[in-house]
């Protein structure tokens, strides 16, 4: 598979510089990073407990600001109160 970027100058200027300290292409360079951060990333990704997969769809609990909408605020409303009696 082909696959064609363009680097920013900075990146590129390392690139040739640890292609050149390391008498190896920059192809073969890429190659070994894109597989390094792939495989780091996939087992970064499986070791994740259940909470760090679903974090971003969780609210912020009893923290959390009533809503603005009028409909959701009573609903947000009628629920504290309950568990507000159920917790003390």
């Not at 082909?2 to 190659?31: K, V």
Request: include cysteine; hydrophobic fraction near 35%.
């Amino acid at each position: 598979m082909t696959l064609s970027i363009q680097l920013p100058p900075e990146e590129q200027a390392l690139l040739e510089t640890l292609a050149q300290r390391t008498g190896r292409q920059q192809n073969e360079l890429m190659r070994q990073a894109v597989r390094e951060l792939c495989q780091k990333m996939l087992r970064e990704q499986a070791v994740a407990t259940p909470y760090e997969l679903g974090k971003d769809l969780f609210g912020a609990g009893h923290l959390a600001s009533a809503p603005s909408d009028p409909l959701k605020r009573k609903i947000w409303k009628k629920l504290h109160e309950k568990h507000q009696r159920n917790l003390g």
